[in-house]
Nanobody
Framework: QVQLVESGGGLVQAGESLRLSCAAS????????MGWFRQAPGKEREFVSA????????YYANSVTGRSTISRDNAKNTVYLQMNSLKPEDTAVYYC???????????WGQGTQVTVSS
């Protein structure tokens, strides 16, 4: 099993930045991709960003492209999501995911709340 623990969420004002972190532990040898989803109140869960182990392949939702950067530290089994120029519509619970490849996410974290006030 793989455990994912997110951190870095909080309450910020529009225009500010946050960096989310997700640390993976357990049987991580089969993890080749990690990323983030989010779910806003009353909405479906949606993809935000993902990155491969090498860091060479990174993917972003249109809604965060240009404002967010995903990165990872393989030595720490940790993935980061730097979010800039935050908007109220970014308010959501952000979930870290991990899996064997991009788009195949077997593991989910508990989520961290991000709230952006206008």
């Amino acid at each position: 099993q793989v455990q994912l623990v997110e951190s870095g969420g909080g309450l910020v004002q529009a225009g500010e930045s946050l960096r989310l972190s997700c640390a993976a532990s357990g049987r991580t040898f089969g993890i080749n991709a990690m990323g983030w989803f989010r779910q806003a109140p009353g909405k479906e869960r949606e993809f935000v960003s993902a990155i491969t182990n090498s860091g060479n392949d990174r993917y972003y939702a249109n809604s965060v492209t240009g404002r967010s950067t995903i990165s990872r530290d393989n030595a720490k089994n940790t993935v980061y999501l730097q979010m800039n120029s935050l908007k109220p519509e970014d308010t959501a619970v952000y979930y870290c995911v991990a899996g064997s490849s991009i788009g195949v996410y077997d593991y989910w974290g508990q989520g961290t709340q991000v709230t952006v006030s206008s």
